[in-house]
């Protein structure tokens, strides 16, 4: 039953130096799978998602300085 049910949190606190390659092959060695490349590549292409985008470094930290400045800049952010 659990290899059926996903869970995605809103906060990720995984490591921050990590690409997203690195966070999506973590995700599959913490649930003991191994991840077909041809089926990776079909749901980067599916969600429009370049090879470059996944050898970038994780951009929470950017974001979240983003609504911090704009916080401080007097504007209020909704998220859901």
Same mark, same amino acid.
């Given at each position: 039953m659990r290899r059926t049910v996903g869970y995605l #949190?809103? =906060?990720m606190g995984l490591y921050?130096?990590?690409t997203? /390659?690195?966070v999506l092959d973590l995700l599959a060695r913490l649930a003991g799978t191994r991840i077909d490349p041809a089926w990776r590549r079909t749901l980067q292409e599916r969600f429009e998602? #370049? =090879?470059s985008d996944l050898? /970038?470094?994780l951009m929470q930290q950017g974001f979240y300085k983003l609504?911090? =400045?704009s916080? /401080?800049?007097g504007a209020t952010v909704f998220m859901s």
């Open positions: #949190p809103g =906060e921050a130096d990590l997203g /390659r690195e998602i #370049p =090879e050898r /970038r470094r609504l911090d =400045e916080r /401080r800049g």
